[in-house]
């Protein structure tokens, strides 16, 4: 399987209802968990990030969960909007080549929040 | 401000003509990295830089090559630009390894 999974694909919502994205990853010494948010046209941003030392981390309406022992986490989205709609990258940390661990990203969710 | 710069930010290139995009950083950040981002697909890394190491993916074809003259600056050469080469490229830099990437606002490569 691929290091990092993501799903859904693609996932439609009413405005003011909640989103929730969920990646799981192979590496079990992974230890960071980014979350970047692309508009289209424009540049990954990141939105949200955890570390393993945690399980759950939130900053407004953005919140992260993760579950080591099920090596999964996941992004929670609530009260949605507009401009949410963008597409979102989780990542997990992965050893590809050499011995350093780069970020493999998730194959993305395109989020549309509709009005 | 802008942190991650990246020169142009459209380029057009003709089949088999070698191609430089630039990247510059205002971070001081010690890792550099170049991604190729195809439409609808995640970012995939190229290759990247921890000061003056070069480490390169295994999958990248060697049509890719990478310089880092300074900390601000790194380039990404394409020898023989393919049609398949055409792509959003992506720099990002990061403190550390495993750590948070910001990313400049990409070029967008067009093979003709």
């Known amino acids: 399987g691929e290091n990092v999974e993501q799903h859904p694909s693609t996932l439609s919502v009413q405005e003011g209802d909640s989103a929730v994205i969920k990646c799981t990853y192979s590496d079990s010494a992974s230890n960071y968990f980014p979350w970047y948010k692309q508009e289209l046209g424009k540049r990954p941003q990141l939105i949200i990030d955890i570390r393993s030392n945690v399980g759950e981390k939130k900053d407004q309406r953005i919140a992260v969960t993760l579950n080591k022992t099920a090596k999964h986490f996941s992004l929670h989205i609530t009260e949605t909007q507009p401009e949410d709609s963008a597409v979102y990258f989780c990542a997990a940390p992965f050893i590809s080549s050499g011995s350093a661990r780069q970020l493999t990203f998730g194959s993305g969710t395109q989020l549309t929040v509709l009005p | 401000d802008a942190m991650v710069i990246q020169n142009p930010r459209y380029q057009v290139t003709q089949f088999g003509k070698p191609v430089t995009l630039s990247c510059s950083q205002t971070?001081?950040?010690?890792?550099m990295y170049w991604y190729q981002q195809k439409s609808s697909q995640a970012p995939k890394l190229l290759f990247h830089?921890?000061?003056?190491?070069?480490?390169n993916e295994a999958d990248t074809p060697d049509n890719f090559q990478s310089r880092r003259p300074n900390t601000s600056f790194c380039f990404l050469d394409i020898r023989s630009p393919g049609l398949g080469d055409a792509a959003m490229y992506l720099c990002a830099t990061s403190n550390r390894l495993e750590r948070e990437q910001y990313f400049g606002p990409g070029t967008r490569l067009t093979v003709t």
């Open positions: 830089y921890y000061d003056k190491d070069f480490n």
């Open positions: 971070l001081n950040h010690n890792v």
